[in-house]
C-alpha cells in the first residue's frame, strides 16, 4: 500500500577563511581585420581567436557579429570560451574592444567572476550578449578602416578558497533542482529546495522539515510573498541576495518584508543585512515605518539609525 501525501501550513506572524591561492593573468586579443566582410553572419555563428595558455588552462575569445542569440536585438556578442576539459575553473575577466586604426575604445566592461564548467555546455563560455551595438561597429567602419580588436584581462584563479566557489555551486543546485527533496507552495508558487541544507542554516526550517510527518515531502507557506521567499532562498544558499532597485520605493517594502522573513527563520545574518539596507534609505517619508518595524523585530541597530534621523537637525 503507498503512503500518503500530506501539506503542512506554516504561518509566518505578521510582527516578528582564510586560504592561500594563486592568480595567473593573461591578456587574450582578437584581430577583426575587416568588420564589413563579416557582418552578414547569422544568430550564433562565430570568429575565434587563437588559443591562449593561461593558468594551466586554453582559452579563446569569440566573437558573434550577428550575435549569439535572438536576445541579442541588433549588437553583436563577445564570449570567453574555455577549452580545457577539466574541472570547474574559477575566473575574473574584462572584455573591451577597441577601433584598431584610431585606438577608439567602442567597448567596455567592468571585471566579472565566473566559474567556467566545460562539463556543462552552458557554462564553458561566459561573456557579454550586447557586446557592441552593429550599427555603431558599420557606422565607424565606413568612415574609415573597419578593424577592430577584441582584449580580454583574463585571471584564473588557482586553489581558491572554498568559501568563493561554494556560494555559485550552491545557487546552481538551486536553481536546476536536482536532489532537492520538499516543495515549498508560496501562494500557488512552488519552490524545490534540499531540506539538509535549509536545516543547517535555519533552526526554524530544521524543526519544520524534521518534525513533518514521514512522506510529507511538501509545504505550504502562508503570509510570505514568493518574490520575498526566492530572495531568502537564494541567501541561505548563497549568503547574496539577487539585483533589486529603489524604482517606486520597491527596495524599502522589499527590505522591509524580507526582515520579517529573516527574523522569524532565525536568519541572523540575512536580519543584519536587511536593517543595514533600511537604514541607508531612512528618510521623513518612511522613518515612522520603519522606526515601528525596527521595534516589532528588536532591531536595535536600525532603531538606533531612526532615533539618530529624528534628532537630527536637517
Known sequence: MGKSSTTAVVRVPETMSSSSFKEHTDTLNLEV????????????????????????????????????????????????????????????????????????????????????????????????????????????????EGCFTILCVLTVVMDEPPSLELPSHLERMLEDGRGADVTFSVA???????????????????????????????????????????????????????????????NIRVMQHLLVAANWYDLGRLKLVCEEELRKRIDSENIATVSALADQQQCKRLKVACMDFKSSPK
Open 33 to 144: 581585420p575587416d568588420y564589413l566582410q563579416i557582418k552578414d553572419m547569422g544568430l550564433g555563428e562565430f570568429v575565434t581567436s587563437r588559443v591562449f595558455p593561461v593558468g594551466g588552462y586554453e582559452w579563446e575569445i569569440r566573437f558573434y557579429p550577428g550575435g549569439k542569440d535572438r536576445h541579442c536585438a541588433g549588437n553583436a556578442s563577445a564570449y570567453v570560451f574555455c577549452r580545457s576539459q577539466v574541472t570547474d575553473v574559477s575566473t575574473r575577466f574584462t572584455l573591451s574592444m577597441l577601433h584598431t586604426k584610431g585606438q577608439v575604445q567602442v567597448a567596455s566592461f567592468d571585471p566579472r567572476k565566473r566559474v567556467f564548467s566545460p562539463k556543462a555546455t552552458r557554462y564553458n563560455e561566459w561573456g557579454h550578449p550586447k557586446f557592441v551595438e552593429r550599427a555603431k561597429m558599420e557606422s565607424l567602419s565606413q568612415l574609415g
Open 188 to 250: 500557488n508558487q512552488e519552490f524545490r529546495a534540499h531540506s539538509f541544507l535549509l536545516a543547517a542554516r535555519s533552526p526554524v526550517f530544521a524543526a519544520q522539515l524534521f518534525d513533518l510527518m514521514e512522506g510529507v515531502r511538501r509545504v505550504e507557506i502562508a503570509d510570505v510573498e514568493p518574490a520575498i521567499f526566492k530572495m531568502m532562498l537564494q541567501y541561505v544558499y548563497t549568503e547574496s541576495l539577487p539585483p533589486y532597485d529603489d524604482e517606486g520605493g520597491n
